[in-house]
């Protein structure tokens, strides 16, 4: 009984000293907490990796443009093993709309989300409009009809998605549901954010442009 008492105690004290080693490496989310932000997406979202990309003209970002609206599969780095979300929006525009699946609160909620599920949030949470954060990006561009039914679908996701938990219901599921969603081929899900989004865009040949099907 005393053995067991101890092992309890240590696992106590392990998940306390894991929340405070985390609570000084996070940053609070409540400054983040709105699911629309303005930002440059033509600025920040065409990257593979966090190398800084090289300035273009406003003539090569034109012809780039594949379509109106977008969804840009994004990860970026975080206290432990990053974070996976997406851009998605209109491209002529530079309000950009952010949807991932992240757990409700700071540090305890993290960790208590290892072992059970917890409280989630689908908007934008820390980083996620810092370009020095972002890790990997791949962005899909959609003709207006595509957009409304994929927009009204994360919509729908987000709003259903009340529990997050780091191996069931965590953030590379969420976009991997979207992707899904848009008919793109989807890697394993089981896996650290940037390898994720990097594997996506890989196993889809790195296509710009997504036709859905008929409904």
């Known amino acids: ?16 000293a894991l929340a405070a080693m985390l609570s000084c490496t996070t940053p609070s989310a409540s400054a983040h907490q709105a699911n629309k932000r303005v930002a440059d997406a033509n ?50 525009e530079r309000a950009v709309e952010v949807a991932g699946l992240t757990p409700a ?30 890790t990997a990006s791949y962005r899909v561009y959609l003709n207006e009809a595509d957009a409304k039914r994929v927009f009204a679908y994360i919509k729908e996701l987000q709003a259903n998605s009340p529990v997050w938990n780091a191996e069931t219901a965590n953030c590379t599921g969420f976009i991997g549901d979207i992707a899904e969603f848009m008919g793109l081929e989807v890697p394993n899900r089981w896996q650290r954010p940037e390898n994720f989004v990097n594997r996506l865009k890989e196993m889809n040949g790195g296509r710009q442009m997504v036709r859905l099907s008929a409904e």
């Not at 409280?119 to 972002?134: I, K, M, V």
């Open 43 to 92: 600025a920040l979202a065409t990257t593979d990796t966090a190398a800084r990309p090289q300035p273009q003209s406003r003539r090569s970002v034109a012809r780039a443009e594949k379509g109106p609206y977008y969804v840009d599969f994004r990860a970026r780095t975080a206290a432990s093993w990053g974070h996976a979300f997406v851009w998605y929006g209109k491209t002529s």
């Open 105 to 134: 609160g700071d540090t305890l909620a993290y960790v208590l989300g290892h072992i059970t599920f917890v409280p989630s949030e689908t908007g934008a949470s820390y980083g996620d409009l810092d370009p020095e954060y972002l």
């Open 1 to 16: 009984m005393t053995n067991k008492a101890d092992r309890s105690g240590s696992c106590i004290l392990a998940g306390f």
